[in-house]
């Protein structure tokens, strides 16, 4: 091994030329722009194809990116994955979708779907739900219910009953005297459901009294729920809409039975896992009371854990992601150090190391989390910074490791809540805790790397075809920087060829001085 290497990810950091809504560019950065204007510097792809979702139309996340960060090869992803397989018909073919089905049909209950309705393609995609709810008639299912999670974040701010509209076309060309079929609950999906990294096991506690149990403000449909909400909270975006149920006579029409089957039709796993677990869980399941826990068939779409075998049954087999950095790293005997706040802690852990829970070597890698607030992040936009950076420094300064990484979150979660000030002073955050780690790699002679898993803080406004301006939440489809710093050398890199994030790992290599593995992607090293 040559020096040792640094890799900071700054994560949602895109990199546009474009001005509207740009707070990248807004920011006052003077550590990357010297960076980017004295050191070798280029732009990289960090979504689509290049991540190995379906097209280039599909932005990138933290979880594909970090995948392919981690691996220096393309795997097909998230949408992708599951598309092949509705297409093939593998996943109709699949056990654990004969049970579903067959356990309704049997008992006379409910096949209930649950996920996010939106076609963002980072946690779902309602054309997998409607496929599904055709074929359920197709197979003779008598009865369906579909508990709704509104986006907001990977789609326009607002764009929830656009959804809700097309769920409910569908919906009424198939419902006949055979097949009942209803949208049974719904809710904003940061108020409910979808926590991850067991940060508030509270949303999800809020999310299955609403979904399993049917106990939450009674509504007659799920239009009528969101636009009391909107009348009752005017400006408030979707994510953060409040849960709900639908209601008949004064019951709930999706409340859980012995019997029924259910599906969580989201394939993304960070905030697929906690649902899951309440789902799977026995009875020694304490992180929030259940109540009486029907006797249900659950599955996922996909295994969100595969270490840990979340769920215990699912519908599609993940990408089997082999020949990782890490494994490559273990294998040369070099120590390595993976850091960053709770909420994307297991980006820079689970993700890159080809989506396991358990590390290749305890004796070689070391892990350490911050715990993140529970709070709306625009309220303190410089999140854990501080803290990530003293123990970066730390790590440099031990002398231990040949590769150190770690992710900041600032730009993605807050650009996330679409607060524009905010989001300002999360990217100068990140810039401020890049400075420190910057003297610390002068001064103890490592080569710093930068980039970002995917763009969302460079793109906070949009203007539609009208020339209406609106707030943007969603990831952008924009390329993000690629930076190596080394006080000793100038590493060029080829500026021309077309790169992505899995041509990271292999430069991360070729830095180290290693051999990569044979089926990588490409250096970016001339």
Sequence with gaps: MKKPVVLVVMDGVG????????????????????????????IIKAHGTAVGLPSDDDMGNSEVGHNAL????????????????????KIYASETWKALVAGVKASGGALHFIGLLSDGNVHSNIGHLLAMLKEAKAEGVGKARVH?????????????????????????????????????????????????????WGMVKAGWDIHVHGEGRAFGSAREAIETYRNEQPGVIDQDLPGFVVAENGKPVGAMQDGDSVILFNFRGDRAL???????????????????????LYAGMLEYDGDLHIPH????????????????????????????????????????????????????????????????FDECPWMKGTEITDLVIAAIESGKYGFIRCNFPNGDMVGHTGNLYATEIAVETVDLCLTRILKACDEHNCILVVTADHGNSDQMLEKNKKGVV?????????????????????????????????????????????????????????
């Design 15 to 42: 990199e546009s030329s474009e001005e509207l809504g740009n707070m990248v560019m807004k920011a006052t950065t003077p550590t990357l722009d010297t960076l980017k204007a004295n050191d070798p510097f280029r």
């Design 70 to 89: 981690g691996c220096g090869q393309i795997y097909s992803q998230g949408a992708k994955l599951v598309n092949e397989s509705i297409e093939s018909g």
């Design 148 to 200: 709704i999670l509104l986006d907001g974040r990977d789609v326009p701010a607002t764009s929830a009953l656009e959804y809700v509209d097309q769920l409910e076309e569908t919906i009424a060309n198939l419902k006949d005297a055979s097949y009942d079929v209803r949208i049974a609950s719904g809710g904003g999906r940061m108020q409910i459901t979808m926590d991850r990294y067991q940060a508030n």
């Design 274 to 296: 906690e649902l899951s677990m309440a789902f799977d869980g026995d009875a020694s399941f304490d992180k929030f009371d259940r109540g009486a826990v029907p006797k249900v």
């Design 313 to 376: 049954k699912y519908l599609v087999n993940p990408p089997q992601i082999r020949n990782t950095l890490t494994e490559l790293l273990v294998e040369n005997g070099i120590n390595e150090y993976a850091c960053s706040e709770t909420q994307k802690y297991g980006h820079v852990t689970y993700f890159w190391n080809g989506n396991r829970s358990e590390k290749f070597s305890e004796e070689l890698e070391t892990w350490q989390e911050v715990p993140s607030d529970v709070r709306s």
């Design 470 to 526: 609106s707030v943007r939440t969603a990831h952008s489809l924009r390329p993000v920087p690629f930076i190596i710093h080394d006080k000793d050398a100038r590493h060029e890199m080829d500026t021309e060829s077309p790169f992505g994030l899995a041509n990271v790992a292999p430069t991360v290599v070729e830095l180290l001085g290693l051999k990569p593995y044979d089926c990588w992607e490409k250096s970016m090293l001339k």
